[in-house]
């Protein structure tokens, strides 16, 4: 009885998901935060603002795992590297979206350098990969991302990115699909280690602009709640952290009133 509801649904989501800007992120803290993430810098800025990156001065990686509502077919799985150097911070990411015939593919080269003590700069290189069940062979294209970050105050951090200023899409037999640029502004406020809130705007060159805010509480030196809120439509999201060493995993989920939860999973390991 629920098949033909299931096919409707996954028909559905494709859709959606083709109409999107193609660029998936990564790491569940940042997704309890409903991704209001341009300012904040863990290991997987390499996906929200690689200017970010630049605070990092230890060598981190991480792996990520999303069941976009619970659906298989519209798994998300990703990884990232950071590795700081004496000329910079540079960021390899990867993210593989869909399994099966329908499968999307992003890899990501970015480098991030401190500009001044308050400033920070990035760009990051784009190559985009898509396999379509009506398709043999699978089509791609090359776009890049450039991001800022500026310390206000102690506890005050802004940011700034851009995803595919010059449109770039996937070039089809039948036409090429020019994919938008996606704008972020936001800026996070640190009251003490404790807590940290986020908030962010996202403009898509297609879309309306979404508001989306964050919150972060520590009760414990290793233990983090998260909640945030995001739309339209309107999202919820919540999580935990908890970090051991040089060890730290996050778990969250977020609620689509018309699709349902979305959980994931994230380890990261960073150098002590």
Request: aromatic share 16%.
């Amino acid at each position: 009885m629920l098949k033909p509801f299931y096919i409707l649904l996954v028909n559905f989501t494709i859709i959606t998901f083709a109409a999107s800007s193609q660029n998936y992120t990564g790491g569940a803290r940042s997704l309890a935060l409903s991704n209001a993430f341009v300012s904040v810098s863990d290991t997987w800025s390499t996906f929200h603002n690689q200017a970010a990156l630049a605070k990092i001065n230890r060598f981190s990686a991480g792996i990520y795992y999303e069941s976009k509502y619970g659906i298989d077919e519209f798994a998300l799985a990703a990884s990232s590297v950071v590795l700081p150097t004496g000329a910079g911070t540079f960021g390899l990411s990867f993210y593989q979206f869909g399994k099966g015939s329908f499968k999307e593919h992003k890899l990501g080269l970015g480098y991030a350098k401190q500009l001044s003590e308050q400033f920070n700069a990035s760009v990051q290189f784009d190559y985009f990969s898509e396999r379509l069940p009506e398709n043999a062979d699978a089509f791609s294209f090359v776009t890049f991302e450039i991001g800022a970050t500026y310390q206000l105050t102690e506890q005050i951090i802004l940011g700034a990115h851009t995803y595919n200023p010059v449109k770039n899409g996937f070039n089809y037999p039948e036409e090429k699909i020019k994919l938008p640029a996606v704008y972020r502004l936001g800026a996070h406020y640190s009251f003490d280690e404790h807590v940290l809130v986020s908030f962010e705007t996202q403009k898509e060159s297609d879309h309306d602009v979404v508001v989306k805010s964050g919150l972060e509480f520590m009760p414990l030196q290793n233990l983090a709640l998260r909640f945030g809120i995001s739309g339209r439509p309107v999202q919820y999201t919540a999580g935990l952290g908890y970090s051991f060493k040089n060890i730290s995993t996050d778990i969250a989920f977020s609620y689509h009133g018309n699709l349902g939860f979305t959980p994931s999973v994230s380890i990261q390991y960073q150098l002590k």
